[in-house]
């Protein structure tokens, strides 16, 4: 569904990738690693639609990224749910009508009212729906990012440091949910640091572990 072909990037100097190919298969758990500044977002964003390739060809969902037309655009970001690294959000409206906004900006807002109560409820936030997000802990925000990104229910997860800047057993929380998510079918990409959540979830879930460095992408990466 995703497919990245002798792929480069370079944001203006040298290319980070020397000619890097991937795949993620449909119903797959993949988890990304590497150094810092190896590339890490970089490649998510190549996977979502967010970068076009400097060279090489990249496929999404049939389709090369090069060519998308704008109708192919908003079906891909309704396609893959994106978890952002520094999750933000819009200060000044609650939890509940954030989680909503992908839903009312496709013009689905009825779909939005009949989902909404039972995300907020399977990512533990039902009390907090009413606050805004400046009110809300490290942990809750992450939760929310997550359920502001399935609620289109999207049929790929990308998850950028998921559970960057929270405790151990948050992050085991986080990684419970995107578990429960690829054991609906939904295919999971997730960049991160933490070797211990690799182990966690490699404990849990069929996992493969991707790795960048110099420039490659190493599969199949045993820890
Ligand atoms: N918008 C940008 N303009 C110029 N250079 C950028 C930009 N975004 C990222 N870079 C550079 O590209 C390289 C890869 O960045 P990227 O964020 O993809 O790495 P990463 O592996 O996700 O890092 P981290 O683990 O620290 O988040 C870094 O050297 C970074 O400084």
Redesign the pocket.
């Known amino acids: 569904m995703i497919e990245l072909e002798n792929v480069a990037y370079s944001?203006?100097g040298d290319s980070?990738f020397a000619g890097l190919s991937m795949q993620l298969a449909p119903g797959s758990f993949q988890f990304l690693t590497?150094?810092?500044?190896?590339?890490?977002?970089?490649?998510l964003?190549l996977c979502y639609g967010d970068l076009l390739a400097t060279s090489g060809r990249v496929t999404l969902f049939g389709k090369d990224a090069a060519g998308l037309t704008r109708d192919d655009v908003a079906l891909v970001r309704r396609r893959i749910g994106v978890v952002h690294?520094d999750c933000q959000f819009l200060d000044h409206l609650p939890l509940s009508e954030n989680v909503a906004l992908p839903l009312q900006v496709s013009g689905r807002s009825k779909e939005a009212q009949d989902n909404l109560g039972d995300l907020l409820g399977w990512v533990g936030l039902s009390r907090q729906a009413a606050q805004t997000p400046p009110q809300l802990s490290g942990g809750e925000r992450q939760r929310a990012a997550l359920a502001r990104a399935v609620i289109t229910s999207p049929d790929v997860i990308v998850a950028?440091?998921p559970t960057g800047n929270v405790d151990w057993d948050m992050s085991q929380r986080l990684l419970t949910l995107l578990i429960e998510l690829n054991r609906m079918g939904k295919t999971v990409l997730i960049?991160t640091?933490d070797l211990n959540l690799i182990r966690f979830a490699k404990s849990q879930v069929v996992a493969n572990v991707l790795r960048?460095r110099g420039g490659q992408l190493e599969t199949g990466v045993t820890l």
């Open positions: 944001y203006g980070l590497g150094p810092s500044g190896a590339g890490k977002t970089t490649l964003k690294q950028d440091e960049a640091h960048i």
